[in-house]
């Protein structure tokens, strides 16, 4: 490529390395440079795709470039394994296992999780910029939504052993993994998530399409299936995300703080305890846990709101550090 | 924590004065005898960090035949950064020669 070339492409990336003030500088400095007999190289170009870079990571805000990963992890994990053991119940499970849908459902997941780890490393650059300034609430957000997202992996990945090994059983199908839940120990939300996806479950079942001898998986009906339990599935991290704003933000009183933490805490302790000690899991109604999801919901933007104000007051008063 | 090469390098171009960036550079290249000559990726993004952290600041707008120049200034932060930075990194050489005399010493005797 010539140096004119060259020259074109690096003002043309220099669109995107700031303000309109930052273009017009930069497209300066090149024009100043060739003047003085210094030919824009490919060097140039690269640091100024390298600053374009840096400007969109910086930029992204952090609950977007948080969010996504335990989202699309949660999204595909909960679609994939609930509508493939919807066809397993179909087609049987040797037919499944071996089937190309189920291999490329595989692929997209485990591409999904490739994807995931990109997202971390540019989330995380953020999050530590977040931890820098002292606001723990990102931080404890994302770590949350990763846990829940790992103890769906778990599940995920024991229960593709079973499928590879062909030792699937229909007993399999609705138990939760004793492993995943240690995985969990203390966090008590999990249950609820479970619960909560499930009756959802019930009511967008996907539907599987067979032609002879093939299942043919239907896009929107992993959709119908997969937004509803990505949700449900976020929601507890965000009740626990309520209880982390409120203790980050340095304006609620500790009073109010054990108020909420108890508020939020005891109903979902007490579901965990209903479960472990009273009923299975699957009897607790779902009109019952509607309620008491839908009122923490509420507890939860409230308090979210405050927190946030909170913070952006304390944010403002404090002064900058100078490194 | 200790300023990285690049980012004394432009303090140091601009102790004597405003300058827009492509001078920056022509100044970082002259000072340092041609061994750092940045990239304006690597040198605009170096003076928005040290924005940042408060040590530049923008002082005016021209533009030249067309072309925007945007001259940045130390504030005083920076002055005090920059001549911490610099006592430090000559208290570090001046220690750097001490231990290097006697061997120097000991060689030129060799030698002789």
Same mark, same amino acid.
């Given at each position: ?73 949660g999204l595909l994990?909960a679609s994939?394994?609930e ?24 692929? !997209?997941?485990?591409?999904? *999780? +490739?994807?995931?780890?990109? #997202? $971390?490393?540019?989330?995380? &650059? @953020? %999050? ?94 992993l959709l119908a299936a997969g937004l509803p339990a990505a ?5 507890? !991290?965000?009740?626990?995300? *309520? +209880?982390?704003?409120?203790? #980050? $933000?340095?304006?609620?009183? &500790? @009073? %109010? ?67 | ?112």
């Amino acid at each position: 490529m010539s140096n004119r070339r060259i020259g074109r492409l690096t003002r043309h990336l220099a669109r995107w390395a700031g303000d309109e003030g930052r273009t017009a500088e930069i497209r300066g400095h090149l024009d100043e440079a060739e003047a003085a007999g210094q030919p824009v190289g490919v060097r140039d170009a690269a640091s100024v795709f390298s600053l374009v870079m840096h400007r969109a990571i910086r930029d992204l805000p952090w609950w977007l470039a948080g969010l996504p990963v335990p989202l699309l992890i949660g999204l595909l994990l909960a679609s994939s394994y609930e509508t493939h053991f919807h066809a397993w119940d179909v087609v049987g499970a040797d037919e499944f296992v071996r089937h190309p849908s189920t291999i490329l459902w595989m692929r !997209v997941v485990e591409s999904a *999780a +490739v994807v995931g780890v990109v #997202a $971390a490393v540019v989330a995380g &650059r @953020r %999050l530590v910029q977040q931890l820098r300034r002292g606001n723990l609430v990102p931080p404890a957000l994302f770590a949350l939504a990763i846990l829940v997202a790992l103890s769906q992996a778990d599940l995920f990945i024991e229960r593709t052993a079973w499928w590879r090994d062909g030792r699937l059983r229909a007993e399999h199908v609705n138990d939760v993994s004793p492993h995943s839940l240690a995985l969990f120990l203390g966090f008590t939300l999990l249950p609820v998530v479970y619960l909560a996806a499930g009756s959802r479950f019930e009511r967008t079942q996907p539907s599987v399409d067979l032609h002879h001898d093939h299942v043919a998986l239907d896009p929107s009906a992993l959709l119908a299936a997969g937004l509803p339990a990505a949700f449900v599935f976020l929601g507890p !991290v965000a009740l626990v995300l *309520a +209880v982390t704003c409120t203790w #980050a $933000a340095p304006s609620i009183s &500790r @009073r %109010l703080k054990w108020a909420t933490t108890a508020v939020v805490g005891a109903p979902l302790v007490g579901a965990v305890a209903w479960n472990a000690f009273v009923e299975p899991i699957d009897d607790i109604h779902p009109v019952v846990l509607a309620t008491v999801l839908g009122g923490l919901a509420i507890v939860w933007f409230r308090i979210v709101a405050v927190a946030v104000q909170s913070l952006r007051i304390g944010q403002a008063s404090t002064p900058t550090e100078v490194a | 924590m200790a300023l990285n090469e690049q980012r004394f390098y432009i303090l140091t171009a601009l102790a004597s004065g405003p300058l827009h960036g492509y001078a920056i550079a022509e100044e970082i290249a002259r000072v340092s005898d041609g061994s750092h000559t940045p990239r304006p990726g690597s040198l605009y993004h170096a003076i928005d960090k040290l924005i940042e952290q408060q040590l530049l600041e923008l002082d005016r707008e021209e533009v030249v035949d067309g072309r925007l120049r945007r001259y940045y200034r130390l504030t005083e932060t920076g002055v005090l950064r920059l001549t911490d930075e610099a006592t430090r990194r000559a208290a570090s050489a001046q220690v750097a020669l001490r231990r290097l005399q006697p061997g120097l010493g000991t060689a030129f005797g060799t030698l002789a």
